[in-house]
Antibody, heavy 116, light 107 residues
Framework: EVQLLESGGGLVQPGGSLRLSCAAS????????MTWVRQAPGKGLECVSL???????YYADSVKGRFTISRDNSKNTLYLQMSSLRAEDTALYYC??????????WGQGTLVTVSS | DIQMTQSPSSLSASVGDRVTITCRAS??????LGWYQQKPRKAPERLIY???SLQSGVPSRFSGSASGTEFTLTISSLQPEDFATYYC?????????FGQGTKVEIK
């Protein structure tokens, strides 16, 4: 059974940092690009970042320079290091596998709240 | 960045109705488009990939089509479990972008 389990969310003050993790199981993790998708409360979906199988990285303009995506294939784990957090980064953060493939997998999300 | 303009933003329909949702891309994306359904407090689930291929396990009342930069999701006969929010996603070029969403509500 495929599982993506996010962790690391929580309450953080503006300007603070947080690292999200996504533990993957049940599929060949190193064969998939991986993404972080977020959803602000009551809002739509936004692709925040992607990391390819060859470790190329891509970021939405809204997070460029503040967020860093990485992966550890030996641990089947995806990460998102978030710094200089702003109130508008408050969202449920999902990790998801490569949406270009015939099958894609999503976690249940981890909530990040940026507030003083 | 490629903009995905999705319409309508919401609609009210009855069980048994035919429902159509449209996404228009700001530039050509081939068939690099998926349709997702999201229910409250749940992660999105893909219904259609490659613009018109039905995801395994998804009921055949869902279908997708493409004409140039316009993409359509059709629900042929709306069922009670279909009341949800639907999103298109283009994955042709980075950053991948979602449409704004269409909330399908009960009339």
């Amino acid at each position: 059974e495929v599982q993506l389990l996010e962790s690391g969310g929580g309450l953080v003050q503006p300007g603070g940092s947080l690292r999200l993790s996504c533990a993957a199981s049940g599929f060949t993790f190193n064969s998939y690009a991986m993404t972080w998708v977020r959803q602000a409360p009551g809002k739509g979906l936004e692709c925040v970042s992607l990391i390819s199988t060859s470790y190329s990285t891509y970021y939405a303009d809204s997070v460029k320079g503040r967020f860093t995506i990485s992966r550890d294939n030996s641990k089947n784990t995806l990460y998102l290091q978030m710094s200089s957090l702003r109130a508008e980064d408050t969202a449920l953060y999902y990790c998801a596998s490569d949406m270009r493939k015939p099958y894609d997998y999503w976690g249940q999300g981890t909530l990040v709240t940026v507030s003083s | 960045d490629i903009q995905m303009t999705q319409s309508p933003s919401s609609l009210s329909a009855s069980v048994g109705d035919r429902v159509t949702i449209t996404c228009r891309a700001s530039q050509g994306i081939g068939n690099d488009l998926g349709w997702y359904q999201q229910k409250p407090r749940k992660a999105p689930e893909r219904l259609i990939y490659g613009a018109s291929s039905l995801q395994s396990g998804v009921p055949s009342r869902f279908s997708g089509s493409a004409s140039g930069t316009e993409f359509t999701l059709t629900i042929s006969s709306l069922q009670p479990e279909d009341f949800a929010t639907y999103y298109c996603l283009q994955h042709n070029s980075y950053p991948w972008t979602f449409g704004q969403g269409t909330k399908v509500e009960i009339k």
